[in-house]
């Protein structure tokens, strides 16, 4: 008997001793987790030029552990986008060690105008010597950046003493199509450290080309006067210029790839960086926009350039690839733009739609502009459904039209009260649907113009019928527009006013629509 109470009790014992070997195993595991997570840090805002013309955000993310500093600058050339664009979003990533300095818009004032260099009689005033701001960085130790844009740049640089710099550039053709350009490549500065990381960044995005010809490839070195090449020269920073192709590709597309070098980068460096498909993120109150740009999508419409203006909203562009991976958990309202409607639903996807669907039905906003009014609304099965409305007629031509705010418009849109001009692109023409599941949409503008079919009968009359309607969808709302206030000279708080609507927010300049008004 006491042999076995024994043998009972040394069982019992190692038991114990086994769990707690196991607990403490569990717990160092969890400490060497929780010490490789990527540091949940607000990125710090600072003012380049601050009260000057010229003043622009940097950010400044420290992972609070030792590790490299790298800079990320973009907007030289206000007439590349994409790569503003993307250091606008990698503002909002995470790093597990390190520092990652942010400039998104160093030339904010040619950014403004959408021209490569600052406008002569801003840069005449500003005192800058040259127009070009990737022509005003010294050469050597000895000299002085030419203006007080570039010096106050060339501060932010010797302040923050970053190992690594990559500047976001872009070309207007393929380098390796078309000597001319140097699109779809990276420019690396001689040491061999930045020459072995642009070939891993070039093999980065290339994995993701189907097209042979798209291909990037790395050139040496960056041309004197560059940001790059001064940082390299005079400091002796790993730098780099990342230039993608405008061509026809969408911005999402650019700013992507942008993206996938950066990441690859700061991977690299074992800084351990957020999903690369990260676009947006605290928007502190304001409205967070994604503006759709996939196939079928308009690329030369520049809604997003009109709702920040002055605005309290944040527009990023996505494609399919930051759809795909839940981008739109992170907006409040998805603009689908003009273009085609079919080629919309095609890029979106089974999946993309579904995705858009369970977005607005869990609160999100949707508005819609001529071909994505059509995709809105219930026609067919591949449309969306998120409004009860019948596409029948559309195709009636391109034309300046006259559109009138309906009373439930005027407290949402603006108290114009008078019909008034608004461009129109073959955008539709509806009637009530017949989705039981669905409530009944509201009109808030409707057409004062009557313009013929092309080559055939219309079903309806263009004059009196609805140009904007809208309705909530369970929890979010949808608004669908038939013509194009975005591309008006005048009527871009019309859209940003939808843009409200759709958010939740109604403006504070119109009466709110009572709730209503809108079913």
């Keep these: 008997m006491k042999l076995t109470v024994w043998r009972i009790l040394c069982v019992a014992a190692c038991l114990a001793m086994l769990a707690a070997s196991q607990a ?31 003043a622009t955000p940097y950010y400044v993310i420290d992972s609070g552990k030792p590790g490299p500093t790298v800079m990320i600058n973009g907007g030289m050339h206000g007439d590349e986008p994409a790569g503003a664009a993307a250091a606008r979003q990698i503002r909002f990533w995470t790093i597990a060690r390190g520092k990652l300095i942010v400039l998104p818009e160093a030339n904010r004032l040619a950014l403004e105008v959408r021209t490569r260099s600052t406008p002569k009689a801003v840069a005449a005033k500003l005192g800058m010597e040259e127009t070009n701001l990737n022509r005003c960085f010294a050469s050597t130790r000895k000299e002085s950046p030419k203006g007080p844009l570039a010096a106050a740049i060339w501060a932010v640089l010797k302040e923050v003493k970053p190992e690594w710099l990559v500047d976001l550039h872009e070309g207007f053709a393929v380098a390796g199509e078309n000597s001319s350009s140097v699109g779809s490549s990276v420019i690396s500065s001689r040491s061999q450290e930045a020459r072995g990381e642009a070939q891993a960044m070039v093999d980065e995005v290339n994995a993701t080309l189907t097209d042979e010809e798209m291909r990037f490839l790395v050139k040496s070195q960056p041309i004197a006067g560059s940001l790059a090449r001064a940082a390299a020269d005079v400091m002796g920073v790993h730098s780099m210029i990342a230039e993608t192709t405008t061509g026809d590709q969408p911005i999402s597309l650019r700013s992507r790839q942008h993206r996938l070098m950066v990441h690859r980068l700061l991977a690299d460096l074992k800084m351990e960086p957020c999903s690369v498909e990260v676009v947006m993120g605290d928007a502190a109150g304001k409205i967070r926009v994604a503006i759709y740009d996939g196939e079928g999508a308009h690329q030369g419409l520049s809604i997003d350039h009109k709702l920040v203006d002055g605005s309290d909203m944040l527009v990023e562009r996505i494609g399919p690839p930051e759809l795909g991976a839940g981008a739109l958990a992170h907006f409040d309202v998805l603009i ?48 969306l459904g998120l409004v009860n409305a019948t596409v029948v007629d559309g195709g009636r031509g391109k034309d300046v039209v006259t559109m009138e705010l309906t009373a439930e418009g005027r407290k949402l849109l603006g108290e114009k009260t008078a019909p008034f001009e608004v461009r129109y692109a073959n955008g539709p023409i509806v009637v009530p649907g017949k989705r039981t599941d669905l409530p009944a949409y509201k009109e808030l503008a409707v057409f004062r113009t009557e313009l013929e079919m092309m080559d055939r009968e219309p079903n309806v009359q263009m004059n009196g019928s609805p140009a904007i309607v809208a309705a909530t969808h369970q929890r979010g709302r ?42």
């Design 24 to 54: 403490c195993a569990a717990a160092q595991e969890g400490q060497a987790a929780a010490s490789t997570a990527p540091a949940k840090v607000a990125p710090v805002e600072h003012m380049l030029g601050a009260g000057t013309a010229f």
């Design 336 to 383: 689908m733009p003009g273009g085609s409607a079919s080629a919309e639903a095609r890029s979106l996807g089974l999946d993309g739609r579904q995705t858009v669907r369970q977005f607005v039905a869990g609160g999100g906003g949707y508005v819609g502009i001529c071909a994505g009014a059509y995709l809105g609304t219930s026609t067919y099965q591949w449309y």
């Design 478 to 519: 949808a608004m669908c527009i038939s013509p194009h206030p975005e591309a008006t000279t005048g009527l871009e708080d019309l859209v940003r006013s939808a843009v409200r609507w759709a958010a939740g927010r109604e403006s504070t300049s119109a009466t709110p629509l009572p709730a209503a008004a809108i079913p």
